[in-house]
């Protein structure tokens, strides 16, 4: 298999009549996703639509997720191109800056979310938009050329760019992380084997089309024939309504970002309905905390619970941990081992291996899983995706993720902390993280976030929950030593979260 599109090929022949998506208001099945994707398809490549997409260029999206933009998106692979969500939710000048880097060959757009889109491209150099609504409705009736599809097809290769997701940029800029069809062909058929996923599943997507958690839903149905049901972004704010679509959809998968997990059961999501068909639960993009964790458990001890980790660099996840044994608080939950075909080791400062119990190292990956790179950014690039330092030999590429983490006595991974959060204070090296930990295991605390004031030189501890600040104190007292002990405290009534789900650090450093 080289291209995405012989997963859907191979999923509409052997399960035609299967659900593949759904939403609330509709669904498809495999036969009927194939033949959408393929007439729409054939609209933009016979340039009746009145655009020009070639290989090597992007679909860009400004909407959110629904069964109409996955009919859409493979529209555009079927095409050659790549696709690309924008976060709909972002200021418009930030968005307007991902859409030049993009430079898409079309942009699809719905009702909802066309005349912002028109704000953001005013001034700006043409670009073809459709609404989405309208185009499908334009090629429900088309032919379904075989010439033109296999035109293109005849020029797919493996490491072709699929998707570019954009993250955060230290220089304001977003960036481009750009994954080819290699990438998630590989990491999907041992994801989907390894966690047993099969047609008889049902995977409730949380993470919007722009993160690169919902990788994992969309193609992990898409190989096994399993139904995907999407959840939409504002369902994440009534716990009712979340859980009775999960329920209602007989969900029994999810992989879901922490956060996610963490409002569920700070709003007694559990309490109102029980979704007791899930069987695996996955998370991932930060710490679990144990006791959130532990209330999950409480209510589906019989599930199977799943640590996962990787940046969007690395093609969603490169180490696994399932859970085997009961956690108190305060512990941590080990990132566990890496996947099969994915090479994950740590370095220390000077780029010396990281092999004994306990001691810190940037965690550095290496294989097939690697993104491309980021997209027009040959600078960024360069500096992240380097030649293995410990490979004298020949060409060895590995992205080194910024992430510190340590081994146990048992050679199970521990994610520690970012380097960048890693701070000098009265002459002491800090994990911020370790503060956070700290915080969470505490009673009454739901949620906390570390910050360091350089100016003032002191640290500052944001969390949500019912512990008074006084008591909180008591206890970082007790648990911590004294170059540790925050110098501000502030309770909140919600921490702020970021497009993905973790907590928005760049908002929380306005309240220092």
Same mark, same amino acid.
């Given at each position: ?14 399960? &035609? ?5 759904? #939403? &609330?208001?509709?669904?498809?099945? /495999? ?5 959408? !994707? ?40 079927? !095409? ?32 909802? +979310? ?13 670009? &073809? ?48 992380? =750009? ?7 590989? /990491? ?6 390894? /966690? #047993? ?7 409730? $997507? ?52 922490? !956060? ?33 964790? +532990? ?28 859970? *085997? ?15 099969? +075909? ?7 400062? #000077? ?85 956070? $930990? ?12 570390? =910050? ?40 909140? *009534?919600?921490? &702020? ?16």
């Amino acid at each position: 298999m080289i291209n995405i599109t012989e997963m859907l090929d191979a999923s509409a022949a052997a399960l &035609p009549d299967n659900t593949a998506f759904s #939403d &609330p208001h509709k669904s498809i099945t /495999f036969r009927e996703l194939q033949k959408r !994707s393929k007439q729409t398809a054939c609209a933009f490549l016979s340039e009746s639509l009145n655009c020009k997409i070639k290989p090597g260029k992007p679909v860009a999206f400004y909407m959110e997720k629904c069964v109409d933009a996955v009919v859409v998106m493979f529209a555009g692979v079927y !095409s050659g191109a790549y696709y690309s969500f924008v976060d709909v939710r972002q200021p418009a000048e930030r968005a307007k800056r991902t859409i030049s880097i993009l430079d898409p060959a079309v942009i699809i757009t719905d009702d909802e +979310n066309g005349q912002k889109l028109e704000e953001i491209l005013s001034g700006s150099a043409k670009i &073809p938009v459709f609404n989405i609504s309208k185009l499908l409705e334009s090629t429900e009736k088309s032919d379904i050329s075989d010439e033109l599809l296999n035109e293109r097809k005849n020029g797919f290769y493996d490491l072709m760019p699929l998707y570019v997701n954009f993250t955060s940029g230290s220089t304001g800029d977003p960036k481009g992380v =750009l994954v080819s069809h290699r990438s998630v062909i590989d /990491f999907i058929e041992v994801f989907a084997r390894d /966690f #047993d996923i099969s047609d008889t599943d049902v995977l409730a $997507n949380q993470a919007p089309f722009d993160f690169d958690v919902s990788v994992k839903d969309v193609y992990s149905g898409l190989l096994t024939g399993a139904k995907v049901a999407l959840i939409p972004r504002e369902y994440f704010s009534n716990p009712s309504t979340l859980m009775d679509y999960l329920c209602d959809n007989e969900a029994t998968v999810i992989i879901w970002a922490v !956060s996610a997990m963490c409002f569920v059961s700070i709003m007694n999501g559990l309490d109102y309905r029980l979704p007791d068909k899930l069987k695996k639960i996955m998370f991932s993009g930060e710490q679990m905390p144990v006791k959130h964790l +532990n209330r999950w458990k409480k209510y589906l001890p019989d599930a199977k619970y799943i640590n996962l980790y990787g940046p969007t660099e690395i093609t969603c996840n490169c180490t696994y941990h399932v859970l *085997d044994r009961e956690y108190e608080k305060g512990e941590t939950v080990p990132i566990g081992v890496p996947f099969e +075909n994915e090479k994950v080791f740590l370095l220390d400062e #000077d780029d010396n291996p990281v092999t004994e119990p306990g001691r810190e190292g940037e965690i550095c990956v290496s294989g097939t899983c690697l993104a491309i790179g980021y997209l027009k950014n040959e600078e960024k690039t360069a500096e992240v995706f380097v030649q293995n330092p410990l490979n004298k030999n020949y060409y060895e590429r590995i992205y080194r993720t910024g992430d510190l983490g340590k081994y146990d006595e048992q050679g199970l991974l521990y994610y520690i902390s970012r380097k960048d959060f890693q701070i000098k204070h009265m002459g002491q090296r800090i994990e911020l993280g370790e503060i956070e $930990n700290a915080a969470i295991s505490s009673d009454g605390v739901e949620m906390a976030c570390c =910050l360091y004031d350089e100016k003032k030189q002191r640290i500052c501890l944001f969390y949500s929950g019912s512990a008074e600040k006084e008591t909180l104190s008591e206890e970082m007292h007790i648990k911590l030593p004294p170059y540790m002990i925050p110098g501000k405290t502030e309770r909140l *009534d919600t921490l &702020p979260l970021n497009k993905n789900g973790k907590i928005d650090r760049n908002k929380l450093k306005e309240l220092i």
